[in-house]
Every structure is written in structure tokens, then in C-alpha cells.
């Protein structure tokens, strides 16, 4: 019987950086004001979001990703045709097939990589650092670029006063390479189908497409209260995991970057797990807006640019959303 031969990839990985980019046009909750019966101070109060960014009609999914991963790239000091995968998470590319990834490497030069995108909702970028982390410790490519990307202004009903003021559009990147001492903790993620209608889109393409024009375009939708209590309790027993199965505590991180979904569940998760004052928090969401996919990498790139966390910090990221799904690790900051 013949023998298939082993990989020989890195014995570890690591993040060797990261790029974000922004849509010019920043959105203020007086705009949303315009069509929802609310205020200002309730919006700050139920969320912490102050304003987040729209994406104008040349500012694509693709578009995004190009520029957030041409920054990660010089980050990394990575050259695009060393890059042998790129991963997109999104559920925001409205074109089915083919794959926004391969757009994404023709543009950025890389040459003949693997490219796919995957849809995992707000934990999404946890998924594709997963599989990136696998791809280079077993050798299929030695450089991998995850991309976090969204456009969620195309997916909001400006008329839900539960949603309208909670979704921004953004691209996060990061180079994912070899490493000579483990710098990306084992992954915890699952998910949790009986629980799929939480959050979820309001009417399903093919129906939207079979309907009279005129119809309102499928949107975003979730129930607040369960999504809060399940991520606030939940989620924070998936991150301790994560800090259990890479073998440190609270007192070892230096900082913490959950998805950015916002402000309340993150105090409160920061209050459920117990960190330590000396933990920097992410708060991206405030300025940003809840990015989905792209918000950890968002984040953990406006942390590093500020100052606020520095290179060879460790840090425990945590993404979950809708399906409902959830990604949690701990890795070492580029």
C-alpha cells in the first residue's frame, strides 16, 4: 500500500500584519434621525455608536478589500505574489459566483493563489484566521491573506428603528505566515443552528426576486434582547475557553478585541470575564459602527495605529453573529 507523503509547512503561524480601510463618507446618528423616531442619546445609550462609515457606489466589496489589503501587505512586508491563498468573509457580495476572492488576488497582484470566500457572519474573519493558520503550518501556502469585508449599508432598513443606526461598511486584512513559536492559539468556534433566526435576513433572494417591483429590499434583522444575553453569557464562556486552551489567563493578556457589535456587550463582556484594568478593550464600534466580518480586524488595526496596543502584544479576539456562529482565539499582535 503506498504511503501518502506528509506536509511540511511552518510549525507554527502568526499574523505579520494588518491593513483596514474606511469609506470616506462618515454617517452621524442624525442622519438616521431622519427616518426612525429616536434620538441621539437613545442610539449612544442602547449602542455606543456615534457614527460609522457608508460605502459610496465605487467603494465596493472588492474595491475595500484591495485597499485594506494592499496596507496589510506593506505591514507584513509581504510581496502580493508571495501570497499562496486569499480568504474573503463577507455576506455582503451580492454576486453569487465567481468567488469576490479571485477579483481580489487578480487586483492586488498576487499570482495563482487559492481563492474563496466563505460566509460566516460577524465571526467570519475568526473562521478564515483558522483556516489560514492551517494552511501555512501544513505547507499548501506559506503566506495566506484573510480579508474581512462588508457593505451592511446595502442590507439596512433605514426604517427599523431596532437596526437602522447599527451597521457600518469597512475591509480588514490581515497577512497570515510562518512563525517559530506558536503565535495563534488553538481555535474554540461551534455554532448554534436551533437558534438560526436570531439574526438573519428579512426575505430570502428568491423570494425577493419572484415579488412586484417596488418590494423593500431585503434587510438585516435580529431580536437585540436574545442576541445580547447570548453573546454577554455565551460568548463569554467561548472566550474563556480560548484562554484555557492556549494556556494563559486574564492576567496575561494585554489586550482584548471582540467583534464590535456593540458598546453594552462589550462591557459587559469585559465585566462577565473579569479583565484585568491593565487589558486594553477594542471600542472600534463607537466611530465605526458594527462591520460584521471586517470589524476585529478593523479594530485590532486602529489599535495598533493609535498606539493603544503594540506589536507583540497578546490578545484575545472574539467574533460571533448570526447563524448564530462564533470564533474565538489568542493571538499575538503584529
Known amino acids: 500500500m503506498s504511503k501518502i507523503k506528509p506536509a511540511k509547512g511552518s510549525p507554527y503561524a502568526r499574523i505579520l500584519g494588518v491593513g483596514g480601510y474606511r469609506p470616506t463618507r462618515v454617517v452621524p446618528n442624525e442622519v438616521i434621525l431622519e427616518t426612525i423616531d429616536s434620538s441621539d442619546e437613545w442610539i449612544r445609550s442602547r449602542s455606543g455608536i456615534a457614527t460609522r462609515h457608508w460605502a459610496s457606489p465605487q467603494e465596493t466589496v472588492a474595491a475595500m478589500s484591495v485597499e485594506a489589503s494592499g496596507k496589510a501587505l506593506a505591514d507584513a512586508g509581504v510581496a502580493p505574489e508571495q501570497i499562496g491563498a486569499v480568504i474573503v468573509s463577507t455576506v455582503s457580495h451580492f454576486k453569487q459566483t465567481p468567488a469576490v476572492a479571485t477579483e481580489i488576488a487578480h487586483r492586488i497582484g498576487a499570482v495563482k493563489p487559492a481563492a474563496f470566500d466563505i460566509s460566516a457572519g460577524c465571526a467570519g474573519f475568526g473562521y478564515g484566521l483558522t483556516l489560514a493558520k492551517g494552511m501555512v503550518v501544513e505547507g499548501s501556502a506559506e503566506y495566506v491573506l484573510v480579508i474581512g469585508v462588508e457593505r451592511l449599508s446595502d442590507l439596512t432598513d433605514l426604517e427599523d428603528r431596532a437596526t437602522a443606526f447599527l451597521f457600518g461598511d469597512g475591509a480588514g486584512a490581515v497577512v497570515v505566515g510562518p512563525s517559530d513559536e506558536p503565535a495563534i492559539g488553538p481555535t474554540v468556534w461551534g455554532s448554534e443552528g436551533d437558534k438560526s433566526d436570531t439574526i438573519k435576513q428579512t ?73 484585568p484594568e491593565h487589558v486594553t478593550v477594542a471600542r ?51
Open 203 to 275: 426575505v430570502p433572494w428568491d423570494e425577493y426576486l419572484g415579488k412586484d417591483a417596488g418590494e423593500k429590499f431585503p434587510a438585516i434583522t435580529q431580536e437585540g434582547q436574545a442576541v445580547f444575553r447570548w453573546a454577554v453569557f455565551e460568548m463569554a464562556k467561548v472566550a474563556q475557553q480560548a484562554l484555557d486552551a492556549a494556556g494563559i489567563t486574564a492576567e496575561d493578556l494585554d489586550v482584548f478585541i471582540p467583534h464590535q457589535a456593540n458598546m453594552r456587550i462589550i462591557d459587559s463582556m469585559v465585566k462577565t470575564l473579569k479583565l
Open 284 to 334: 472600534d464600534v463607537e466611530t465605526t459602527g458594527n462591520t460584521s466580518a471586517a470589524s476585529i480586524p478593523l479594530a485590532m488595526e486602529r489599535l495598533l495605529a493609535t498606539g493603544a496596543a503594540k506589536s507583540g502584544d497578546t490578545a484575545l479576539v472574539i467574533g460571533f453573529g448570526a447563524g448564530l456562529v462564533y470564533a474565538a482565539t489568542v493571538v499575538t499582535l503584529p
